[in-house]
């Protein structure tokens, strides 16, 4: 029965397959490397070293200049729908930052201990504790809570993005297969590249910033809601939909809340993330940490700059591991500690 | 192969009708049945294709009202069947009729309706939800439905008490044992309250004990509800417990319908005979199975002196005696009608032996066993109403008894602790 036949058919090819199978890998290696060099020796004689890629195959600059003039375009004719974006984010992380400064020290650190404590555990409000009372002796009280402010902003619209996101990919297949390359991009491609079209669009200042963390910190959060939702066990996805769930119910009353732990984990690597952005992200004009450290470093202080950079370290220790101890949390009251 | 189906004979719509299902796995199926696929086994089409079957061929009548037993062993596509049935899985060939309506041609919310109202399954892996309390999970199916939170709590109470797990509410599913899931998993599918129950395996994994409890008690509610239900097992004493009719599959396909004593009684092949080979048959075959005809049916009109004339025809020394409606009177002998003829009776009446009880033609093998055993001829059985249906002889039930101890004593079974003959 000819249903389906391997692609080689005929007694030479698989002779020669067969023979190839027959030797082991190392002899298939070696033997490459030995052609290589003998081919690279050759065509080094040939055309001798250095040898140019051929002017009419390149398109590189054809193609920045094309780009150029996009990013040009948006600017001027889209600044109807960018403005607004901007003043938005502006105006929530300057409200934001007004009332973490509002709140006095004290106030805010029994607070954050407390939920230290609660959260995490004894130890971890010691350390909350001690270490943002170092953060004041540092005098980085004022820029900490201007970086918390743009972290909490730049998670607050990841989140907004990741879930509606999450949910779809994990939904389609195809938005999976297409947002899974975007996502390899915005993580691995250097933030610089990305900064001066921030500016361009948003201007100078705190927008452009979270605009650019943003971009730099929300694929985990994407992929982990999208991964949340998809390894919710089949079995207990077939069981709801055996007794009629349409396809919102499914989503609401099963997904998403057994894929919350998982989401929350991308949640903490969001946060993580944009915490790492905040020196590239003072550069494009946001304040706080990051700021101090990058003036520490124009100016040639390195004591002034590590101060700043142990200021960022002690709020991602304890933004860390306080998410991580609400995500583990949920965790178990998910898979059965009895309540 | 005799597949006995009574369809819709008596005129009823089955509740459930399935016709020429198949189910094939894989990527590039054709969608028409082809004459290549149709011929090739289960193992041949996965070398050559890799697709695999999970069902060839599967036609059966399911009818109001009766629990219906789909056996076989893993693998032979029992979860395939019962998915199918709600859709869960889509067929690739074939039609499924509920009440009459194809629901291969249901839009998606005639699907959700199906789903919701005409069905309830209980799972093999049980398929709870982890975040939600065992209450919550009881009470799945009427929140679904947009029922509101008091009534179908009350409801979700009610049948946690039937399967024993009051005081278990508040609990979340994975600190319950397996046992113990599997009944919240019967207890969601309870509370649905459905025309149709699809169990998949639902006591496989509770212990013997209760087991035997939840069989009892799923017979007792099905007196109560007469609901339909469609079971599925592996264990074939369950399967005669429960079932009133039983299917056996293997590689996806039917190969055995019939009632639990008929499938005992002739198994198809080897397969059938290896599932039934563990099984204590003469608890469960009835008398029926052993019957042979009368061989001297006398009536009692007959004068002794005719009695003895077709006595001495057959070669016989004793017979059955029926009145004029066939019913059956009573047992005589040579010597019993010698004698009455001497005493000058005009009919048999007088030669009647007294020491000779009719059996009934549904009593188990086991059970006539004392019965018959120190009896020397065949002995007269008797239908449900009171007619002559036929004897048996005591050879062939003591022979079907030494049978099964000889196969219990090869091999012990598990099962010997039922109906004990000896
Ligand atoms: N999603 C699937 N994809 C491919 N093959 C499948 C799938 N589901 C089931 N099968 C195959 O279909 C066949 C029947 O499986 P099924 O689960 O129906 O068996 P079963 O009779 O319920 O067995 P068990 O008693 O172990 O539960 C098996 O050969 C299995 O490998
Ligand atoms: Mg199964």
């Given at each position: 029965?000819?249903?389906?036949?391997?692609?080689?058919?005929?007694?030479?090819?698989?002779?020669?397959?067969?023979?190839?199978?027959?030797?082991?890998?190392?002899?298939?290696?070696?033997?490459?490397?030995?052609?290589?060099?003998?081919?690279?020796?050759?065509?080094?004689?040939?055309?001798?070293?250095?040898?140019?890629?051929?002017?009419?195959?390149?398109?590189?600059?054809?193609?920045?200049?094309?780009?150029?003039?996009?990013?040009?375009?948006?600017?001027?004719?889209?600044?109807?729908?960018?403005?607004?974006?901007?003043?938005?984010?502006?105006?929530?992380?300057?409200?934001?930052?007004?009332?973490?400064?509002?709140?006095?020290?004290?106030?805010?650190?029994?607070?954050?201990?407390?939920?230290?404590?609660?959260?995490?555990?004894?130890?971890?409000?010691?350390?909350?504790?001690?270490?943002?009372?170092?953060?004041?002796?540092?005098?980085?009280?004022?820029?900490?809570?201007?970086?918390?402010?743009?972290?909490?902003?730049?998670?607050?619209?990841?989140?907004?993005?990741?879930?509606?996101?999450?949910?779809?990919?994990?939904?389609?297949?195809?938005?999976?297969?297409?947002?899974?390359?975007?996502?390899?991009?915005?993580?691995?491609?250097?933030?610089?590249?990305?900064?001066?079209?921030?500016?361009?669009?948003?201007?100078?200042?705190?927008?452009?910033?979270?605009?650019?963390?943003?971009?730099?910190?929300?694929?985990?959060?994407?992929?982990?809601?999208?991964?949340?939702?998809?390894?919710?066990?089949?079995?207990?996805?077939?069981?709801?939909?055996?007794?009629?769930?349409?396809?919102?119910?499914?989503?609401?009353?099963?997904?998403?809340?057994?894929?919350?732990?998982?989401?929350?984990?991308?949640?903490?690597?969001?946060?993580?993330?944009?915490?790492?952005?905040?020196?590239?992200?003072?550069?494009?004009?946001?304040?706080?940490?990051?700021?101090?450290?990058?003036?520490?470093?124009?100016?040639?202080?390195?004591?002034?700059?590590?101060?700043?950079?142990?200021?960022?370290?002690?709020?991602?220790?304890?933004?860390?591991?306080?998410?991580?101890?609400?995500?583990?949390?949920?965790?178990?009251?998910?898979?059965?500690?009895?309540? | 192969?005799?597949?006995?189906?009574?369809?819709?004979?008596?005129?009823?719509?089955?509740?459930?009708?399935?016709?020429?299902?198949?189910?094939?796995?894989?990527?590039?199926?054709?969608?028409?049945?082809?004459?290549?696929?149709?011929?090739?086994?289960?193992?041949?089409?996965?070398?050559?294709?890799?697709?695999?079957?999970?069902?060839?061929?599967?036609?059966?009548?399911?009818?109001?009202?009766?629990?219906?037993?789909?056996?076989?062993?893993?693998?032979?596509?029992?979860?395939?069947?019962?998915?199918?049935?709600?859709?869960?899985?889509?067929?690739?060939?074939?039609?499924?009729?509920?009440?009459?309506?194809?629901?291969?041609?249901?839009?998606?919310?005639?699907?959700?309706?199906?789903?919701?109202?005409?069905?309830?399954?209980?799972?093999?892996?049980?398929?709870?939800?982890?975040?939600?309390?065992?209450?919550?999970?009881?009470?799945?199916?009427?929140?679904?439905?947009?029922?509101?939170?008091?009534?179908?709590?009350?409801?979700?109470?009610?049948?946690?008490?039937?399967?024993?797990?009051?005081?278990?509410?508040?609990?979340?599913?994975?600190?319950?044992?397996?046992?113990?899931?599997?009944?919240?998993?019967?207890?969601?599918?309870?509370?649905?309250?459905?025309?149709?129950?699809?169990?998949?395996?639902?006591?496989?994994?509770?212990?013997?004990?209760?087991?035997?409890?939840?069989?009892?008690?799923?017979?007792?509610?099905?007196?109560?509800?007469?609901?339909?239900?469609?079971?599925?097992?592996?264990?074939?004493?369950?399967?005669?417990?429960?079932?009133?009719?039983?299917?056996?599959?293997?590689?996806?396909?039917?190969?055995?319908?019939?009632?639990?004593?008929?499938?005992?009684?002739?198994?198809?092949?080897?397969?059938?005979?290896?599932?039934?080979?563990?099984?204590?048959?003469?608890?469960?075959?009835?008398l029926?199975?052993l019957l042979e005809p009368v061989q001297v049916k006398l009536?009692?009109?007959?004068?002794?002196?005719?009695?003895m004339?077709?006595l001495g025809?057959m070669g016989e020394v004793a017979g059955f005696v029926?009145?004029?409606?066939?019913?059956?009177?009573g047992a005589v002998s040579f010597a019993s009608l010698a004698e009455?003829?001497?005493?000058?009776?005009?009919?048999?009446?007088?030669a009647l032996l007294d020491d000779v009880a009719p059996l009934?033609?549904?009593m188990?093998v086991?059970?006539a066993l004392p019965l018959v055993r120190h009896m020397s001829g065949a002995q007269p059985v008797?239908?449900?109403?009171?007619?002559?249906?036929g004897q048996v002889s005591p050879r062939s039930v003591i022979e079907m008894m030494e049978?099964?101890?000889?196969?219990?004593?090869?091999?012990?079974?598990?099962?010997?602790?039922?109906?004990?003959a000896?």
């Open positions: 029965m000819a249903l389906a036949s391997p692609p080689i058919g005929n007694g030479m090819g698989r002779g020669v397959r067969d023979w190839f199978a027959g030797l082991s890998d190392r002899y298939i290696y070696g033997g490459g490397a030995i052609i290589f060099l003998m081919l690279a020796w050759i065509g080094a004689s040939l055309w001798g070293s250095n040898l140019e890629f051929p002017e009419r195959f390149t398109f590189g600059k054809a193609l920045a200049v094309r780009v150029d003039d996009l990013i040009f375009w948006i600017t001027v004719n889209l600044a109807f729908i960018l403005d607004p974006i901007s003043d938005g984010i502006l105006r929530f992380l300057v409200e934001l930052e007004d009332f973490f400064q509002w709140v006095p020290w004290p106030v805010t650190i029994i607070a954050a201990t407390a939920i230290a404590f609660k959260v995490a555990g004894r130890r971890m409000g010691i350390f909350a504790l001690v270490s943002l009372l170092l953060l004041g002796g540092f005098g980085l009280w004022e820029s900490a809570m201007e970086t918390m402010a743009l972290i909490a902003v730049a998670v607050l619209i990841s989140i907004g993005l990741a879930l509606p996101i999450g949910i779809l990919a994990a939904r389609s297949d195809l938005v999976d297969a297409l947002i899974r390359p975007i996502l390899d991009a915005m993580q691995t491609m250097p933030a610089f590249v990305y900064l001066v079209p921030a500016i361009m669009f948003l201007g100078i200042g705190n927008p452009a910033a979270v605009l650019a963390t943003v971009i730099y910190a929300v694929p985990p959060a994407i992929r982990l809601t999208n991964l949340g939702i998809r390894q919710v066990s089949p079995g207990t996805v077939e069981a709801a939909r055996a007794f009629g769930t349409t396809s919102r119910q499914l989503l609401v009353k099963v997904q998403i809340p057994m894929a919350i732990p998982t989401i929350m984990a991308g949640i903490n690597q969001t946060t993580m993330m944009a915490l790492a952005m905040v020196v590239i992200a003072s550069l494009v004009g946001a304040g706080g940490l990051g700021d101090d450290v990058n003036r520490a470093l124009s100016q040639f202080q390195p004591g002034n700059a590590l101060n700043g950079g142990i200021g960022i370290v002690i709020l991602a220790i304890i933004i860390d591991r306080v998410t991580q101890a609400a995500a583990k949390e949920r965790q178990e009251a998910l898979m059965g500690s009895r309540n | 192969m005799a597949v006995s189906n009574n369809g819709t004979a008596d005129g009823t719509q089955p509740k459930v009708s399935v016709r020429g299902l198949w189910k094939i796995f894989g990527s590039g199926v054709p969608t028409e049945l082809t004459d290549e696929v149709q011929q090739s086994s289960k193992a041949e089409l996965r070398e050559d294709s890799g697709w695999v079957i999970g069902l060839r061929d599967v036609n059966f009548d399911v009818q109001p009202g009766e629990t219906f037993v789909v056996m076989g062993l893993s693998g032979s596509g029992k979860s395939t069947l019962v998915r199918t049935l709600l859709r869960l899985i889509e067929p690739t060939y074939g039609s499924i009729e509920v009440d009459g309506e194809d629901i291969l041609q249901y839009s998606e919310e005639e699907l959700i309706e199906y789903r919701r109202t005409k069905t309830a399954m209980v799972f093999q892996h049980f398929g709870l939800l982890p975040h939600r309390t065992v209450e919550e999970n009881a009470a799945w199916g009427l929140e679904i439905r947009g029922i509101d939170r008091g009534e179908r709590m009350e409801r979700a109470h009610e049948v946690l008490d039937l399967v024993g797990l009051t005081g278990w509410e508040r609990y979340r599913p994975n600190t319950l044992s397996g046992g113990m899931q599997q009944r919240v998993g019967l207890a969601r599918a309870l509370a649905a309250d459905p025309d149709v129950m699809l169990m998949d395996e639902p006591f496989s994994g509770l212990d013997p004990l209760i087991r035997r409890d939840m069989q009892n008690e799923l017979l007792r509610l099905q007196q109560q509800m007469h609901k339909t239900i469609i079971f599925i097992t592996h264990d074939l004493s369950e399967a005669l417990k429960l079932g009133d009719h039983i299917v056996i599959m293997r590689d996806g396909a039917v190969i055995q319908m019939g009632t639990g004593e008929e499938i005992l009684a002739h198994p198809a092949d080897d397969y059938v005979s290896e599932f039934v080979r563990d099984v204590r048959k003469s608890s469960v075959v009835t029926r199975t009536r009692m009109d007959m004068s002794p002196k005719e009695a004339e077709a025809e029926a009145n004029g409606r066939e019913t059956y009177a009455a003829n001497q005493t000058g009776c005009t009919d048999c009446s007088g009934s033609e549904d188990s086991s059970a008797i239908d449900a109403d009171g007619r002559l249906a049978q099964e101890s000889l196969a219990e004593a090869e091999e012990p079974s598990t099962l010997s602790v039922g109906a004990d000896n």
